[in-house]
């Protein structure tokens, strides 16, 4: 048997042979005299077509098949030159794998992105989907190609963790203990002396501070799995369940840190555009008519920088009037990213050295000693892609921090030991993976992007 994806690719070399494909039903229509199937195998977002002819005796059988019925084809690839497929195959046989029925929800209409979040088993056998959960595929090999080229070692970071990498506190608690007889101690509090780790555990919002850890005997690593929040927020942008991919490199500061996101960004884009040409043509006819032309922007221009500082200044003085006034010391919420990426730059910009008091406790202190040596990579059509930083790698600064925060240095303890036995400087950046499948292929909710998502009241299958 072939794939589908080999055949159309070299088609032209099975000419008048026989050949056997199997697949599922996309679409059929018969008349009187010929059938035609459309059939796709999931191994490439093209289907074949199918010619069943009146005088074979499988026809009356095939003609009752419904939409996505399971079917093995044998029979004589022909080419098609002046038409709109370059070949078809002509049926000599056809076998009945798995027959579908009448109730298929997936009939031959146009489905809202609502509707088929009810089926999330189902929509793969979607075009839409079909073609986003292939360059999610895609995409994830394309990180893996980019690190593993220029020797990054691939570190697996726990998912259960005693520590809040980001200092948020959304976390998802891990636990074994009778809920409805949870242990106290002589506070009152739980005792989690009794639960199976004999302590308080989650799960992990970021594998970045193991990531540090084995940077710092491989020089260069990146991490790449499942990250958990439990962030009451029912946004398009927003899950509860999500993938991160974070490199960490050592003997590198905050442009070292710039330079190798700009890298990767790139070369991910090129290689997708590259190994799914048809899903991304597709987007940019259904989903994102620009699309196209802003991945190619993003691929081929450079990256600017801003610092925050002047970033605020260009906001201010802008004139636009924006849902959340600009100051000196917010945030920058996602109309002031777009409009820095879109109107000022129009490209993708670093904007770098942001107030301290908004940033997480492992950044470097700036001379100025308002200023942490952090960075967000802006792009137009999205806002943030990417954020990163170069990391405190003085011991006392990142001990007084901790302090101030009220950490459990004993908690960190280890974190501290990375600085005190030959800390060097180092820094990286997180790249929430499914933001960057929404900007590889224009959708515009999370939800739409992940096979089964998880997000507040939701958790099926």
């Known amino acids: ?78 080419l098609t030159p002046n038409s709109k497929q370059p070949f078809e195959i002509q049926a000599e046989k056809i076998i009945v794998e798995g027959e579908s029925t009448d109730d298929y929800p997936l009939q031959k209409k146009r489905h809202t992105f609502e509707f088929l979040r009810t089926i999330l088993h189902l929509r793969p056998r979607t075009n839409t989907f079909n073609a986003v959960f292939r360059v999610r595929s895609r995409l994830a090999f394309a990180i893996h190609k ?43 509090n739980v005792d989690f002396s009794q639960d199976f780790f004999s302590k308080s555990t989650n799960l992990t919002v970021s594998g970045q501070l193991q990531a540090e850890a084995y940077a710092l005997a491989f020089r260069n690593v990146y991490t790449f799995g499942p990250t958990f929040r439990s962030e009451h927020s029912n946004t398009p942008r927003h899950a509860a369940e999500f993938w991160m991919m974070e490199p960490e490199i050592c003997f590198a500061d905050l442009d070292d840190v710039c330079n190798l996101a700009e890298d990767m960004v790139r070369y991910i884009i090129k290689d997708v555009m590259e190994n799914c040409e048809e899903e991304i043509k597709f987007f940019n006819s259904f989903v994102d008519k620009n699309l196209i032309e802003r991945l190619t922007k993003v691929a081929n221009k450079s990256f600017k ?35 820095l990426s879109e109107k000022v730059v129009d490209g993708p910009v670093f904007v770098t050295d942001y107030p301290k008091e908004i940033k997480a406790f492992y950044m470097r202190l700036n001379d100025d000693n308002k200023t942490v040596a952090a960075t967000d990579l802006l792009v137009p059509g999205i806002g943030e892609l990417i954020g990163g930083s170069q990391r405190e790698e003085r011991y006392e600064l990142l001990d007084k921090k901790m302090d101030e925060l009220g950490f459990n240095k004993e908690e960190y303890k280890w974190y501290l030991d990375l600085r005190k036995y030959g800390g060097v400087k180092h820094g990286g950046f997180g790249l929430g993976f499914e933001r960057m499948v929404m900007y590889m292929t224009g959708m515009s909710n999370i939800r739409d992007v992940i096979p089964f998502p998880r997000t507040v009241g939701h958790c099926e299958y």
């Open 146 to 188: 980019f690190f593993n080229e220029r020797g990054f070692v691939y570190v697996h970071t726990p998912i259960i963790t005693g520590s809040d990498a980001e200092g948020a506190g959304e976390m998802f608690r891990v636990t074994t203990l009778d809920l409805d007889n949870i242990p106290k101690d002589d506070d009152g």
């Open 1 to 78: 048997m072939i794939l589908i994806r080999d055949l159309i690719k070299d088609y032209e070399k099975y000419s008048d042979k026989e050949v056997e494909v199997g697949g599922w039903i996309k679409n059929s229509r018969f008349s009187k005299n010929v059938g035609f199937i459309e059939l796709n195998d999931g191994t490439f977002f093209n289907p074949v077509q199918i010619v069943v002819g009146k005088d074979n005796e499988d026809f009356e059988k095939c003609e009752k098949l419904k939409l996505s019925s399971a079917i093995i084809v044998i029979g004589k690839l022909v």
């Open 305 to 339: 920088k801003l610092t925050y500082t002047e970033a605020v200044e260009i906001l201010q003085k802008s004139g636009e009037k924006f849902e959340y006034p600009v100051e000196w010391g917010m945030d920058l919420q996602t109309e002031h990213e777009k409009y």
